[in-house]
């Protein structure tokens, strides 16, 4: 019962919705306990019902949760112009973008070298940096 008290409090004090499954399976377990059942018929209540829960609760979570639309969070930058206000070489690990007010570290999509003051296109976005093409004379 202590180990399932130990589960929700970490439930609370966590922003994922992960831990109470586990809470819930020890809790049980305890209730076998106190009935007069063995370790093993304990461990057994412990997984399963946790297992299921959590198998349930993501079955659950996945119908209900939608994916993030385009153009929100850093996918909004993705054809976006910028300037390159540090020079884009992913040989030495260097490269910064400005968007409006915002800079970002930069990448070269094709791998070549992108002087300062070159006006490029965000082709996507990984963790925190972003991939870019030179912007062509003209227009994007």
Do not use: C, Y
């Not at 970490?10 to 209730?31: D, K, Y």
């Not at 018929?41 to 385009?70: G, H, Y």
């Not at 094709?110 to 925190?128: D, L």
């Amino acid at each position: 019962m202590i180990i399932a008290a130990v589960f929700v409090v970490g439930e609370i004090l966590t922003a994922g919705f992960f831990l109470l499954w586990f809470g819930v399976g020890a809790g049980v377990s305890g209730l076998l306990a106190l009935a007069g059942l063995g370790l093993v018929w304990q461990l057994v209540a412990f997984v399963v019902i946790s297992l299921v829960l959590f198998a349930v609760s993501r079955r659950f979570a996945d119908r209900f949760t939608k994916e993030q639309p385009p153009g929100i969070g850093a996918d909004r930058f993705i054809g976006r112009q910028g300037v390159v206000i540090e020079e884009i070489n992913n040989e030495q690990n260097t490269g910064r973008v400005r968007f409006d007010r915002e800079e970002w570290r930069a990448e070269s999509q094709a791998g070549n070298a992108i002087p300062v003051g070159s006006s490029v296109i965000v082709e996507g976005v990984e963790g925190t940096h972003v991939k870019v093409r030179i912007a062509e004379e003209g227009g994007n």
